[in-house]
């Protein structure tokens, strides 16, 4: 049996991310993380994304960062920002948590060698995100080296594998594969903050909202509604 580890947050990246494993490998376990963000209601929603999927095993792990770490997304962080507008991506907003992506890859790392799974998958794009630099190919690469030299396949020859299949695609095309192989786009959940519903207007939000529009489908959760 072929067997992979998935990162999920509970997203609309990660849980695409897991449908592409699907396709992929015949045996999944995901990886989630409380991790310290100021609401844990994107643990929900991998939670049923991990069951849709009827993945093996849905590791729910605490790791507080927010004892060490600083960022607008961890509690006791500042405020979290309003959307940058026109300005996302170009400089490096609060709301990046220092090393997130090598910390919870590093874990990745250390569940895949120890259950026999072939490859890990993380949800990261480089195209329409929010500048953070442990989402760049860069990054990845040079993770990819990281685990060839530190861990016992790596040595032996038969490293376990990163992937990141989303990475050079924007948001539109996110949504478009997301439809296409059927993610049940209605369970994630991308906003920043924790409210019953997205506010529509962080970010994740923003960036979300401009997939679906890109892709000409609408997003099946539900938005505060706008002052008209
Ligand atoms: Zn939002």
Redesign the pocket.
């Known amino acids: 049996m072929s067997r992979a580890v998935v990162l999920l947050s509970g997203g609309l990246d990660s849980s695409t991310t897991l449908g592409i494993a699907a396709k992929e490998y015949e045996e999944l376990c995901a990886l989630t993380f409380i991790y310290g963000q100021k609401h844990e209601k994107e643990i929900e929603s991998a939670k049923k994304i991990a069951s849709h999927y009827c993945v093996e095993e849905h590791k729910i792990l605490n790791i507080p960062l927010s004892k060490i770490g600083r960022s607008s997304l961890l509690k006791n962080g500042e405020k979290i920002p309003e959307h940058q507008g026109e300005n996302i991506g170009e400089s490096i907003p609060s709301t990046y948590v220092p090393a997130r992506n090598m910390i919870m890859l590093s874990y990745a790392l250390c569940y895949a060698e120890s259950i026999g799974a072939d490859a890990v998958y993380i949800g990261a794009t480089a195209r329409d995100y929010s500048g953070y630099p442990d989402c760049r190919p860069e990054f990845f690469h040079a993770f990819e080296e990281m685990a060839e030299e530190g861990t016992e396949r790596g040595l032996e020859g038969s490293p376990v594998k990163i992937k990141y299949p989303l990475i050079h695609m924007t948001k539109g095309d996110i949504v478009k594969k997301a439809h296409e192989i059927g993610v049940p786009l209605r369970w994630t959940w ?4 924790g409210e019953k519903k ?5 970010d ?2 923003k960036l979300r909202l401009k997939g679906f529009e890109e892709a000409g489908i609408e997003d099946p959760i539900d938005y505060v509604e706008k002052d008209p």
Request: neutral net charge; hydrophobic residues 10%.
């Open positions: 991308s906003c920043y903050k997205a506010c529509g207007e962080c994740s939000c």
